[in-house]
Structures are given as structure tokens and as C-alpha cells.
């Protein structure tokens, strides 16, 4: 089941989407999955991230292709850390490169994991009872500010738009076995299966909910394979202009352009 959220009439809607067609939802999905018997066009709507979350916890380093290029050993218990909210947007939406660091912003494809109820110290065999589905990520991060001017990572993870998730949540997935790729301006810059994650959705699940209240709505961000820019000779940042894909079997394709400030001032006017 692929569960949509979109703008619709001036409203924010969930629905059930099928091929083309959308079956509405009475309400949002973390709550219940009730139709109300009414279908519309997907091309009448405009896609909204697929979910407005309480919290985004991040996973570093837990491909083991990403943790060989960035000349880091296997972390031996996840890595994690956090991203603010302000920084969702849905497909379609600019990322928008920060006037306070805009020279080397990065991407990254990632597996995001949405919860469905409240989860708090549950075993793995039970972890991913908690999961309503997965979705498209991509962990935009101002390297700059990561790697050289702070000692931690929020800031460089937390600008508006860094966070960039859709279209869908698939319900439906095996999240071991998933194709996972990054497409910049048509260009393939990682491509990866899930299979090669240090830690499974089921651990981070568990793991996650020993030390935090996983709450409705919350999403993993699961980490990213081998192929990011600041890692790339000569290094590879977005520029205004760019088009990046995020590319995930059995759940579809995430589509964002890249602006500057400047830019989405004009476009705002």
C-alpha cells in the first residue's frame, strides 16, 4: 500500500495511491486507515512530504561501502544524531543551498523508516511491528560546517530543506533487500542495496527505542551507501540548478531541484 499526502482544494489530505488514481483517507494515516469511498486524479494534487514528523533521528556511517570512503571503521553500535523538523520538504519542493553555507552542500540517498505507534523498549523480533512504512530520504548536509567548523553535526544537517522526503510510505516492503540510488542531473552517484547497511531497520528500531520514545510520525533516516560528494576527487557539492533523484525499489522515485537563497526569493515574488 503506497500512502500519499498531498494539497488538495486548499486542504491537506491523505489518501491511498493506486496507479494514477488516489483514494481518500478520512484522516491520516498514523491515526487510521479509513477510505471515504472517493477517488481523484493524482494529477489534481500536489504531493506533500508523506509525513509531518515529531522527531528525525539520524543513522551515520551505516552503510559499510559509505564507512570504507570516508576511511572510518564499522562503528561498532549505531551512529546517531538528529535533524531538525524544520528542515522536511516533499518531492518537487527546492533545496534550498543556505546563504550562511552554501558552497558545499551534500547529498545523501537514504532508507526512511516512518513509525506507526508508540514504541519504547521493544526487542528487534518486535521492532518492526512498530513500522507504518518506508519512504525516500535524502540527508542534505552542509560539509563545511560538518566537517571542519563544528564538533557535531546538527547544524550542518538542520538548514531548512535538508530534508527532503516522499513521495510515498510503501507499507509493504522487505527493508533487508531494497535497491537503493542517487541519480544527480541524470548522472547515477550512488547506487547500493540495503542489504549492505551495518545495522537492519529492526535493530536501529530497537536500539532507537531503548534510550527514546519512538513516537507516531517519527522517521529513521537509516544512513547512506558509497558515492557522496565530499568524498568524490575533485569533490562534487550541489550547485543552483541541479536536479537530484532519490531512487528506492517498491517505493518510487524522489524528485528535488536545487536553488540558491537569491533564487527562491524571486520565485517567492
Not at 158 to 167: A, V
Not at 179 to 189: A, D, P, Q, T, Y
Not at 236 to 262: H, M, Q, Y
Amino acid at each position: 500500500m503506497k500512502l500519499v499526502c498531498y494539497r488538495y482544494q486548499e486542504r491537506t489530505c491523505w489518501g491511498i495511491l493506486e496507479d494514477e488514481q488516489i483514494e481518500m483517507l478520512g484522516t491520516s494515516p498514523l491515526e487510521e486507515i479509513v477510505p471515504i469511498g472517493r477517488r481523484i486524479s493524482s494529477r489534481e494534487v500536489k504531493l506533500l512530504a508523506p509525513v509531518n514528523p515529531p522527531n528525525i533521528i539520524a543513522i551515520g556511517l551505516n552503510y559499510r561501502s559509505h564507512a570504507e570512503e570516508s576511511e572510518m571503521k564499522y562503528p561498532d553500535r549505531p551512529v546517531v544524531f538528529a535533524k531538525t523538523t524544520n528542515s522536511v520538504i516533499g518531492p518537487g519542493d527546492d533545496i534550498i543551498l543556505p546563504s550562511m553555507a552554501p558552497d558545499e552542500v551534500d547529498y545523501e540517498a537514504e532508507l526512511a523508516v516512518i513509525i506507526g505507534k508508540k514504541c519504547k523498549e521493544v526487542d528487534e523480533r518486535h521492532a518492526l511491528d512498530y513500522v507504518l512504512g518506508y519512504t525516500c530520504g535524502n540527508d542534505i548536509s552542509a560539509r563545511d560546517c560538518q566537517l571542519r567548523q563544528d564538533t557535531q553535526w546538527t547544524r550542518a544537517k538542520s538548514f531548512d530543506t535538508f530534508c527532503p522526503l516522499g513521495p510515498v510510505i510503501e507499507t509493504s516492503l522487505n527493508p533487508l533487500d531494497l535497491s537503493i540510488e542517487l541519480r544527480l542531473n541524470g548522472k547515477v552517484m550512488q547506487k547500493a542495496n540495503t542489504s549492505d547497511m551495518v545495522f537492519s531497520c529492526k535493530e536501529l528500531v530497537s536500539y532507537l527505542s531503548q534510550c527514546m520514545t519512538l513516537l507516531p510520525g517519527t522517521v529513521i533516516l537509516t544512513g547512506t551507501p558509497s558515492g557522496v560528494g565530499f568524498t568524490r576527487k575533485p569533490p562534487v557539492f550541489l550547485r543552483p540548478g541541479d536536479l537530484v533523484e532519490v531512487e528506492i525499489g517498491g517505493i518510487g522515485s524522489l524528485e528535488n531541484k536545487v536553488a540558491s537563497t537569491s533564487q527562491k526569493g524571486m520565485n517567492s515574488t
